[in-house]
């Protein structure tokens, strides 16, 4: 496998988001599947989704201030509006998030239908363009994974159901817009599937899966010239199949 300067100055920014992400998400994945809301990022990702195509047909600079802004807000509406859900209807919370999965993809296709370039954005927000993450937004995704990471585990069940949701939201606001709403669902479910059963270094091991499963897609990508994302997808789920093999194998 042979990767030159050029393609390695591309390749270490897209590292360095798909780290941030998986950063978040794993302990997040690991709440997810313990609350059987398994399809709450795809929900919550998409309705930011919705706030960034209204904030592109309002003209406003695709990474400026004012879209990021439009993101987070129709994303912490989406959350607390499923929090209010969970609290009311916890039997059929599951249901509920896949229907607003539905509308929310509907709506945005609907906005996308009159927009010349409605395929090239609806492609960016399910692939994402993690190539082309810009070294420049990085310090940003840094401060913004840290502090998220110092609440999570700064107070831990003290989060309650609200304050999960509203992390949530944030963290998801600013992976799709990174990698895309695949690879959101992809790193915050396959890693905690992974080590569903794990008794020993569980999150470690998460970890581990998305570590490796990026560079692996990533450097695939590189040598094969085929889509980032979708490459990274399946990294994770042979990665993540192999160390579920493993330990429960171990475990046998």
């Known amino acids: 496998m042979n990767l030159d300067a050029a393609s390695l100055a591309i390749l270490w920014p897209a590292f360095i988001a798909g780290l941030l992400v998986t950063a978040t998400h794993v302990p997040l994945g690991m709440q997810v599947l313990a609350r059987g809301i398994v399809f709450i990022d795809l929900a919550v990702a998409q309705i930011a989704g ?11 600079q ?9 993101a987070l807000s129709a ?6 509006l499923l929090t209010w859900t969970e609290r009311r209807w916890p039997e059929v919370q599951e249901a509920i998030i896949g229907v607003v999965f539905v509308l929310a993809s509907s709506v945005a296709l ?4 009159s927009n010349a370039r409605g395929g090239e954005h609806l492609k960016d927000l399910l ?31 003290r989060v309650g159901r609200v304050g999960f949701y509203v992390l949530f939201a944030g963290a998801v606001t600013v992976s799709v817009q990174l990698v895309g709403l ?17 008794t020993n270094w569980r999150t470690l091991k998460a970890y581990a899966v998305g570590l490796i499963a990026y560079a692996a897609g990533l450097a695939l990508s590189a040598t094969t010239d085929l889509p980032s994302g979708a490459m990274i997808v399946c990294a994770l789920a042979i990665t993540g199949g192999v160390v579920a093999w493993l330990g429960r194998r171990g475990s046998a």
């Open 50 to 60: 919705v706030g960034v195509i209204l904030a592109d047909s309002f003209g406003w």
């Open 62 to 70: 695709p990474q400026g201030v004012a879209v990021q802004v439009a």
């Open 75 to 80: 994303a912490l509406a989406g959350a607390l």
């Open 110 to 113: 609907l906005l996308l239908a």
């Open 127 to 157: 692939l994402g363009q993690i190539l082309w993450v810009s070294p420049e937004r990085l310090p940003l995704q840094v401060l913004i994974a840290a502090a998220i990471l110092a609440i999570w585990y700064g107070l831990g069940a």
């Open 182 to 198: 695949y690879l959101v669902f992809a790193t915050l479910v396959i890693p905690a599937l992974a080590t569903y059963y794990s």
